[in-house]
């Protein structure tokens, strides 16, 4: 089995992980869920976490052939552009991005300049695809329920999940985003689940769980079967449908779902700038 180097960076403002994964073999590397700093009160983006990527990959002298998206985030900017820009590599995201666009680009009401069919990303990945990082070969789980595109990328003994699975401390995403389904969700992680025990399991997210000190950007596919406190061996479909429909109904919106998600539906660039020359972000009111 191929084991890839991931090196992990958080940002703690959106509790986000992203990872440089590279072949042991050679200097290719890929770049998974980047994120472009951004503060909402002052509407000002940064590129400190963005420029950390970018050290290491000039530091380790690397190769990026992908900037890859495990999907259409909605707690942080992506930086795939910038990346993009600085680094070369194609961009890549679930093919089910198309239904995203179409939901978001109808509540934000983007127009017809907004393209609704994936085409602002290099490639559009679904089951089973195949795609290589230098040596190594990745493979590609549709793994939806939290959006319709979400992805989990297995990379030799590695699977990067996205939002799909949190520690087993945390449990699972949540799913009452347009798009989102419990049930879906639950079936998805089974096919996680059903990877070898060994298995690492790189999140996007940790939040924490009460009593950890730490947090914690990797588990395995046996820890969380063995302890994952919402989908552990034993918890039927019916129970966690009912688990995850009561939590997701107490949750409020993330803070940045606003600006994440006009953005990201556009591989990371923002909306075109009006008749003034700036750029807007906009707020849909009594919509969500």
Not at 13 to 25: E, G, I, L, R
Not at 203 to 220: I, V
Request: aromatic share 10%.
């Amino acid at each position: 089995m191929q084991r890839p180097i991931v090196t992990h960076f958080f940002d703690e403002p959106t509790n986000t992980f992203s990872y440089v994964v590279k072949d042991p073999d050679s200097a290719a590397c890929a770049i998974i869920d980047s994120v472009l700093d951004f503060d909402y009160a002052a509407g000002r983006t940064d590129v400190r976490s963005a420029e950390q990527i970018i050290a290491l990959v000039r530091r380790q002298g690397l190769t990026v052939e992908w900037i890859l998206e495990t999907h259409v985030h909605a707690d942080h900017l992506s930086a795939a552009p910038y990346l993009h820009s600085a680094l070369g590599g194609k961009t890549g995201i679930g093919a089910h991005i198309v239904d995203v666009q179409e939901i978001f680009g109808k509540a934000f009401n983007a127009g017809s300049e907004f393209a609704r069919d994936g085409s602002q990303f290099d490639a559009l990945f679904k089951e089973g695809d195949i795609f290589a990082i230098g040596g190594l070969e990745g493979r590609v789980l549709h793994t939806p329920g939290h959006t319709p595109a979400c992805l989990t990328y297995v990379i030799g003994d590695a699977a990067f999940v996205g939002d799909t699975l949190f520690m087993p401390d945390y449990g699972t995403a949540r799913c009452d985003f347009p798009g989102g389904d419990a049930r879906t969700l639950y079936q998805s992680i089974q096919k996680v689940l059903a990877l070898p025990e060994k298995t690492r399991l790189f999140l996007c997210h940790d939040y924490q769980a009460p009593g950890r000190e730490h947090y914690q950007h990797e588990t395995s596919v046996a820890e969380q079967r063995r302890a994952n406190v919402h989908v552990h061996d034993g918890i039927s479909e019916e129970e966690f449908v009912k688990m995850r429909t009561e939590r997701d109904a107490t949750l409020g919106m993330p803070r940045l779902i606003f600006p994440s998600v006009q953005i990201n539906m556009r591989a990371g660039e923002m909306p075109p700038a009006e008749d003034d020359g700036q750029v807007y972000l906009k707020v849909p009111i009594n919509r969500f």
